[in-house]
T-cell receptor, first 109, second 113 residues
Framework: GQSLEQPSEVTAVEGAIVQINCTYQ??????LSWYQQHDGGAPTFLSY????GLEETGRFSSFLSRSDSYGYLLLQELQMKDSASYFC??????????FGTGTRLLVSP | KAGVTQTPRYLIKTRGQQVTLSCSPI?????VSWYQQTPGQGLQFLFE???????NKGNFPGRFSGRQFSNSRSEMNVSTLELGDSALYLC????????????FGPGTRLTVL
């Protein structure tokens, strides 16, 4: 089967750096995506790693290691508006995303 | 560009009924995917349509079906509703080729009583 595990909750303070991990057990992923979802909102795309290594997009960076079946999302200079749920998702082809269990990030002042 | 729209936003049905949900993708997008989101199971893939053809399907019973029209709008249907079908149903659109970003709509909140 395909499964992606994430910590259920992470807390941090404004201005800090936080890392959200994603470990997966599967084969056939073309890459790993990350999505952000605020309460009551729709998931929004943050980043995609097709290859091993680090991808940087502004305050957000994402990392993938296929050999370790592991990825992470790094959020820098945390802001209150970053409080949301974050999902990793494996891209399996034909637009099918297999989502992780999700991590709720709570940013405090 | 207008975003992905879904109608209705909220729906209440009773067990045994059927329901049809609608999704209008971003203009120019030919792929529409559907997902079910519940607190217990998280976000799960239902199916994906591209140019009116179902290209991929998740592990849901046959009560869940969908279709896509020539203008790329998509509908999903759930027949013989069960209490466990209560969920947020999200659709996502993309160009459907080599792109990796999907654009999600606000979802339809379905409650089955």
């Amino acid at each position: 089967g395909q499964s992606l595990e994430q910590p259920s909750e992470v807390t941090a303070v404004e201005g800090a750096i936080v890392q959200i991990n994603c470990t997966y057990q599967t084969s056939g992923f073309y890459g790993l995506s990350w999505y952000q979802q605020h309460d009551g909102g729709a998931p929004t795309f943050l980043s995609y790693n097709a290859l091993d290594g680090l991808e940087e997009t502004g305050r957000f960076s994402s990392f993938l290691s296929r050999s370790d079946s592991y990825g992470y999302l790094l959020l820098q200079e945390l802001q209150m508006k970053d409080s949301a749920s974050y999902f990793c998702a494996g891209n399996t082809g034909f637009q099918k995303l297999v989502f992780g269990t999700g991590t709720r990030l709570l940013v405090s002042p | 560009k207008a975003g992905v729209t879904q109608t209705p936003r909220y729906l209440i049905k009773t067990r045994g009924q059927q329901v049809t949900l609608s999704c209008s993708p971003i203009s120019g997008h030919r792929s529409v995917s559907w997902y079910q989101q519940t607190p217990g199971q998280g976000l799960q893939f239902l199916f994906e349509y591209f140019s009116e053809t179902q290209r991929n399907k998740g592990n849901f019973p046959g009560r869940f079906s969908g279709r896509q029209f020539s203008n790329s709008r998509s509908e999903m249907n759930v027949s013989t509703l069960e209490l466990g079908d209560s969920a947020l149903y999200l659709c996502a659109s993309s160009e459907g080729l080599a792109d990796n970003e999907q654009f999600f709509g606000p979802g339809t909140r379905l409650t089955v009583l």
